[in-house]
């Protein structure tokens, strides 16, 4: 059921005999990708070049394992090179052929083309059955040997084996690239082949002891040897098997080429993409077996003609599985080209509905979908109607479920196309793309936690230091200012008691002290955390912060409302600092300048001076500055300083305002006491 056929080897009426076989086809139903672990994405990295190892995990030589082979491998390997240099040893010495080094390099590539690239096909994709399939298909067309043997037992096996060879080959096309007959018309189209093809032709071959001179490269120079497995000698009933034969072998080759042009025009993106280069080469080998039968019927005297469609027919046949392995080579370049494209991407840091949408057009799913598991729960997502939704889909729906794990646990789960399964390399591209993207939304999630923590702490640290500053400046304005006023005051009568004036005099005296110490209590009170911070806010504290001498302070604020004691403190106590360094470094006559700005998102503040300015690059940073950077840094603000020699100095800075802390509060008001 090859070129020629069983019936092409002719009795003395000219029949002829040929060994071309025919070429590839897609099966459309994907397999199940396994699960993908958390080595994808290295391995996603190299897809262009192949770094997959295939093999029993048994332990090896180190000079297998740096080869990434296995042992049983290297037995296939070996076995279909021993079988191809048998072949040609027997090819050539083989006098009654017509062509016996073409036929020998024919036959030895028939058994090391499929094997080798079986081998390949089965070390990138593991899961497949094309690569075993490759790799069987090659074992069988090395029984083909016995074709050129001169052993009428072993000629007539030979003969019978070119029909097991034609049956393998469609076959052969019909599982590419999956190695399943998963459509209806593939499988009639094999059990026809067999009917009608191969049944007759091992009948023809029952009903000829002799054939004769063929006109294909595996024809023989004159008679070929005999044929003992002949059971009579009926030539004009072979003829008319013959004729069966042929008429037969045009129509299943047409009828395979019309199925691989129809996958070709409604197979999904996924499927035209995976038989887009093994299925044309497949379709000329087919037109070209069906023209050399329909020459053969209608034009047996064009002989020319016919031989160089017999040439013709060689090759294509010998370039069905080097199409294949070029269509699993530009699958892994797209999926590598696909996998750099995508890594590109996901530096934007998408999102899940993002990532879904940049994978689907690389893929071809226009109906792709990711679902990743909680992160601190690990349970997965539901759907509408309450079903987990990483449950396998009915195999009817044409769709398919991939697991990606990472450390052994499900991390991602993709629900793609069934069809993308023909296409693992791309489903593995798209696979590590969709852990890295997990793997990079744990990690800022963790941390963006983190610095939420972070921001909370040295929130939680100011307040704590705010609140007991609040507790001291009020300790010391109800104890010690209070104890301090009491002296003051007994001290004022006894003064007024005392008889003389030496002891009056001296009582005044102790009188001015305390009220000094007085001052400066309430000084060092205030410093600490001024009340009328609380009580009345922000601007009427920066009106009270006094100057040195005759220097003068100038506040602008316009609708600034009360917020959280922590936001109005970190301001207070920025613009406090400044302003101390201004009436410090500016000398007594500082004029400073303090501006307050409020919007909906933030709260701003700038101080400036009049004095000379300092050298930013120069200036070491103390205590001062850092405290500011750390109070308005651990509510997420910014500080900024504009200085030079010679220039005055801005101090700036902002506090972002949550929701709702723009709002006016109801005003605190705490009533005086006698010392304040």
């Known amino acids: 059921m090859d070129g020629a056929g069983p019936g092409g080897r002719a009795c003395a009426a000219g029949m002829h005999r040929s060994s071309v076989s025919t070429g590839g086809r897609v099966n459309a139903r994907g397999f199940r990708l396994p699960t993908v672990a958390g080595r994808l994405a290295r391995r996603g990295a190299d897809m262009g070049a192949g770094a997959g190892v295939a093999g029993d995990g048994a332990q090896r030589p180190g000079w297998l394992a740096r080869l990434g082979l296995a042992w049983w491998q ?28 073409w036929l020998a390099a024919q036959k030895a590539d028939f058994i090391l083309g499929p094997v080798f690239i079986g081998l390949y096909w089965l070390r990138r994709r593991p899961q497949s059955r094309f690569g075993p399939i490759l790799i069987a298909f090659g074992f069988v067309g090395g029984v083909y040997v016995l074709h050129s043997s001169s052993d009428p037992w072993l000629f007539g096996i030979g ?6 060879i034609g049956l393998a080959t469609f076959a052969l096309i019909l599982t590419f690239p999956t190695g399943r007959l998963d459509v209806v018309a593939a499988k009639v189209i094999l059990l026809a082949a067999l009917l009608t093809a191969v049944v007759p032709g091992i009948i023809i071959t029952l009903l000829l002891q002799q054939v004769g001179a063929g006109g294909s490269i595996s024809g023989c120079r004159a008679l070929c040897p005999e044929n003992a ?70 034009a047996p005297e064009a002989t020319e003609l016919n031989n160089v469609i017999a040439w013709t027919f060689a090759g294509a046949r010998a370039a069905i ?43 071809g ?8 598991p909680d992160p601190k729960t690990g349970a997965w997502a539901r759907g509408e109607a309450g079903d ?30 069934a069809q993308l399964n023909d296409d693992p390399e791309l489903l593995q591209a798209a696979g590590a793309i969709a852990l890295l993207a997990a793997e990079n939304a744990e990690l800022d999630a963790a941390w963006n936690d983190a610095l939420e923590e972070l921001r909370r702490s040295r929130t939680r640290i100011i307040r704590a230091g705010d609140t007991e500053r609040r507790k001291f400046e009020r300790n010391l304005h109800d104890g010690v200012q209070q104890r301090l006023i009491a002296v003051n005051i007994n001290l004022g009568l006894a003064a007024e008691a005392a008889g003389d004036t030496v002891t009056r005099t001296r009582l005044d005296e102790i009188a001015e002290s305390v009220e000094e110490a007085i001052d400066e209590v309430r000084d060092v009170s205030h410093g600490l955390y001024p009340p009328v911070l609380s009580d009345w806010g922000l601007v009427a504290a920066l009106e009270r912060i006094p100057l040195r001498a005759s220097g003068q302070l100038t506040i602008r604020a316009t609708g600034i409302g009360r917020h959280p004691p922590e936001v109005e403190s970190a301001v207070y106590y920025c613009c406090l600092e400044a302003i101390q360094n201004a009436s410090k470094y ?7 300048s303090v501006t307050l700005r409020e919007n909906a998102d933030e709260l701003s503040f700038e101080v400036s001076d009049d004095g000379p300015g300092f050298d930013l690059s120069e200036a070491h940073p103390g205590t001062g500055l850092q405290n500011m950077r750390d109070r308005l840094g651990a509510l997420d603000g910014h500080l900024s300083i504009v200085t ?12 972002p305002l949550a929701d709702g802390e723009n709002t006016r509060r109801p005003r605190v008001v705490r009533l005086p006491d006698g010392g304040d």
């Open 321 to 363: 599985w080097y199409g294949f392995l070029f269509a699993l080579i530009a699958a892994q370049l797209f999926a590598a080209r696909a996998l750099q494209r995508l890594v590109r991407q996901s530096l934007r840091r998408p999102t899940e509905q993002e990532l879904e949408e940049m994978l689907r057009r690389p893929l």
């Open 159 to 164: 003969l019978v084996w070119e029909n097991v």
């Open 229 to 298: 497995l002949a059971i009579t000698s009926k030539p004009s009933l072979a003829l008319d098997l013959w004729e069966v034969f042929r008429y037969a072998v045009i129509i299943l080759a047409l009828a395979t080429a019309a199925l691989l042009i129809w996958r070709l025009m409604t197979g999904t993106p996924p499927q035209r993409r995976a038989i887009a280069i093994g299925a044309p080469i497949a379709l000329i080998f087919l037109l070209l077996q069906a023209t050399f039968h329909i020459l053969a019927l209608v």
């Open 586 to 592: 500016g000398g007594p006559e500082a004029q400073v």
């Open 365 to 372: 799913d226009p109906r792709l979908r990711l679902v990743f």
């Open 644 to 655: 030079a020699p010679g220039r005055s100095t801005l101090v700036s800075g902002s506090v």
């Open 74 to 101: 290297v037995i296939v390997g070996g076995a279909a090179v021993a079988a191809a240099v048998a072949a040609v040893w027997v090819t050539l010495e083989a006098d009654f052929l017509a062509h016996p080094g």
């Open 388 to 417: 987990v939704a990483v449950q396998p889909p009915a195999p009817e729906s044409g769709r398919d479920l991939t697991l990606v794990e990472r450390d052994g646990r499900p991390a991602v789960a993709i629900l793609h196309d």
